[in-house]
């Protein structure tokens, strides 16, 4: 399952809002924050998703157990 600020979404409604709001802010930035659920295949599509749409910076929250 994918999310975009609590709302589920597809990857490619992600690739479209994302690219809205890299067209909005010249340098804007992507914060992600996955499970231990998410394979590497599945980060991999959503990151090229990310950087297709025009952000260039991703970034990954990463929390302690």
Known sequence: ?????GSKVSLEQLKSSVGIEAEKTKDSSVVL????DVTLDGLTKIIDAIKASGIKK???SIQKK
């Open 1 to 5: 399952e994918l999310y975009l600020d």
């Open 33 to 36: 924050t996955a499970d231990k």
């Open 58 to 60: 991703v970034g990954f």
